[in-house]
């Protein structure tokens, strides 16, 4: 069974950092898709960032770009994502999610997902 387990979540002051992990169990396959996604109070579910395990391609959402760095440690097994330069409007839970059959990495429809971590920034 695939497990995704959050860590990493904080508060702290605008233009502050954080590093936010999913650790990942359960997957047998060499190919997948892995993403963070973000849910503030009263607004939809967005795609943050997302990564391609075969072939190492990236993508991310034009309100993080520049400032936010997904990445896998294969040998924790393990996903991230970097986070300078933080803004107020950052706030959410934060969302790890992992499918193996996604066409595409940049869809929302994963499959199996974590709990989420809280990121407060304040001004």
């Known amino acids: 069974q695939v497990q995704l387990v959050e860590s990493g979540g904080g508060s702290v002051q605008a233009g502050g950092s954080l590093r936010l992990s999913c650790a990942v169990s359960?997957?047998?396959?060499?190919?997948?898709?892995m993403s963070w996604f973000r849910q503030a109070p009263g607004k939809e579910r967005e795609g943050v960032a997302a990564?391609?395990?075969?072939?190492?391609?990236?993508y991310y959402d034009a309100s993080v770009e520049g400032r936010f760095t997904i990445s896998q440690d294969n040998a924790k097994n393990t996903l991230y994502l970097q986070m300078i330069s933080l803004k107020p409007e950052d706030t959410a839970m934060y969302y790890c999610?992992?499918?193996?059959?996604?066409?595409?990495?940049?869809?929302?429809?994963?499959?199996?997902w974590g709990q989420g971590t809280q990121v407060t920034v304040s001004s």
């Open positions: 999610a992992a499918d193996p059959f996604l066409l595409h990495c940049r869809s929302s429809n994963y499959n199996y």
């Open positions: 359960g997957y047998t396959g060499s190919k997948y898709c």
């Open positions: 990564i391609d395990t075969g072939g190492g391609a990236t």
